[in-house]
């Protein structure tokens, strides 16, 4: 079966999905209302004030100044000396003297952060503080209500149609979170078998085939999807395209939809992209990326994982936050026109959900120009990921650097050496997070780190890297829970 971009069959099921919504008369179009500006008179403004202009969006050639602040922190000393005695704030006494802790007066430490997820250090861009603080002062918070009541403003549509033009896509739905993008599409995708069997035919069930390290959220929209009883929920080995190809062989349901996360938050490694395209055309199945971790910081242009391997078009629906690379908050899911419409009134989360402040919606708006401008940003991270591998020996293939130690105690000894000299790295020590026994130090490299930061940080994990387990041997562990 050759499908070049448009997965047809699923066209035909979504747009059926949509009559059968009409014919029930619960289709509820988006609102979209521009807004005015304070202190002019409602009745002389009525036209659109916000400019969405090129030009306003200042960008850089290199690193500046205010970069750095990105990954510069300061800490309570009494707070760090918990954490080195590991205390794990377990208990309620524990957890009572963390309070008292944050509210006392007393000195900090100064920490270089490689913890995060602002891979391109953007969250200090004057642009971007800019592009918000005059979102704010001219509407405030902007009116509150789900995206299908008022929330929908000539913000959130500009904001969707770059992040669309970003994905080489249709159309894009705005979300609030990352987390309320995968449940409310993976809800929609949920009800086309529901609403499918309201028409003539008795429909079969869709099934789902989901990769075995997946998001949480992934996780818990397809629990979503199982309750509306529309679903079968296939999981495979991570990023095993033979168990997958296995699975779908075997699998005589027409409907299929494969979801993986692109860029895997705790193991750090690339979903294997080009290997799903093949797959896709074998099996004409939806496929689903999650590219939470690649969106903005992958491809020439930052258009995610799927332009880095240049699949753009094999990818049916990208997923994407604009907590990581364009650090600001929110997600989005790029899709066709169709299903847009489907996600806006079957995807739970985003139509009972409060649509994102005005000032966040521009934020997100300033953050994709610049990102899109400052390439370097890309070439600075890439840089960095070279002088870690070369450094401590660790093959790393993307922004997030994975040390698997395997032991908690000895995970967390890392960590706290890291912590006294200087470095916020944070132990991720197991379940539900990472599988038993793959305890490991989760780096994160940014942009706007420096050689400098990256050669010290490298000399004391280079110390725990002989107590390293390779990756693929966690592989066959349990599933997230
Ligand atoms: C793969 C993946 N998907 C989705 C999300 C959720 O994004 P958000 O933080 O915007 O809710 C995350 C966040 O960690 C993630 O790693």
Not at 162 to 174: D, Q
Not at 345 to 368: E, K
Not at 376 to 388: G, N, S
Request: aromatic share 8%.
């Amino acid at each position: 079966m050759e499908l070049m971009g448009k997965n047809s069959s699923w066209d035909l099921w979504v747009e059926e999905s949509l009559k059968t919504l009409e014919s029930k008369n619960i289709y509820m179009p988006l609102k979209p209302m521009n807004l005015s500006v304070s202190g002019q008179q409602y009745e002389d403004k009525y036209e659109a004030p916000t400019k969405f202009q090129e030009d306003e969006y200042q960008t850089f050639d290199g690193i500046q100044p205010w970069d750095r602040l990105a990954v510069q922190i300061s800490m309570p000393q009494s707070f760090i000396q918990q954490l080195l005695s590991a205390v794990d704030f377990t208990t309620k006494n524990e957890r009572d003297e963390l309070e008292k802790l944050s509210s006392k007066e007393q000195q900090f430490k100064k920490l270089t952060l490689f913890a995060g997820n602002d891979f391109l250090g953007l969250s200090r861009h004057p642009t971007i503080a800019k592009a918000t603080a005059k979102a704010a002062m001219e509407q405030g918070t902007g009116p509150r209500g789900s995206p299908l009541i008022c929330g929908y403003t000539n913000y959130h549509i500009a904001l969707e149609s770059i992040l669309a033009k970003l994905k080489k896509k249709e159309a894009c739905v705005v979300c609030s979170s990352g987390y309320v993008a995968n449940m409310s599409l993976l809800s929609a995708i949920g009800s086309v078998t529901t609403l499918l069997s309201a028409g003539p035919a008795k429909e079969e069930k869709t099934a789902i085939f989901s990769d075995q390290f997946n998001h949480a959220s992934i996780i818990d929209g397809l629990t979503i999807a199982q309750r509306l009883g529309g679903v079968e929920l296939f999981v495979y080995q991570h990023n095993d395209m033979s168990h997958l190809d296995a699975l779908l062989t075997n699998c005589k349901m027409k409907r299929k939809v494969v979801v993986t996360d692109s860029l895997f938050s705790m193991d750090g490694d690339f979903a294997p992209v080009v290997e799903l395209a093949r797959l896709r055309k074998k099996h004409g199945f939806l496929l689903v990326l999650d590219d939470a971790h690649g969106s903005f910081v992958w491809g020439k242009n930052g258009g995610g994982v799927a332009e880095e391997f240049n699949c753009e078009n094999d990818v049916d629906i990208c997923v994407g936050t604009l907590s990581k690379g364009a650090s600001c908050v929110g997600g989005f899911i790029a899709c066709s026109k169709t299903w847009k419409q489907l996600i806006q009134i079957m995807g739970r989360s985003y139509a009972f959900s409060t649509a994102a402040p005005v000032p966040l919606a521009a934020a997100s708006y300033a953050s994709v120009m610049v990102a899109r401008k400052e390439s370097w940003r890309r070439i600075e991270i890439r840089k960095r990921m070279q002088e870690f591998q070369a450094l401590t020996g660790i093959p790393v293939t993307t922004q997030i650097a994975c040390v698997i130690i395997g032991d908690p105690d000895k995970t967390r000894r890392a960590s706290q050496e890291l912590l006294e000299s200087g470095f916020f790295v944070v132990p991720i020590l197991g379940p539900p997070t990472v599988p038993l026994n793959t305890a490991r130090l989760r780096v994160t490299l940014t942009a706007v780190h420096t050689t400098e930061d990256v050669k010290k940080l490298a000399t004391i994990i280079s110390k725990y890297v002989r107590l390293q387990i390779p990756s693929s041997d966690t592989s066959s562990l349990s599933a997230r829970l």
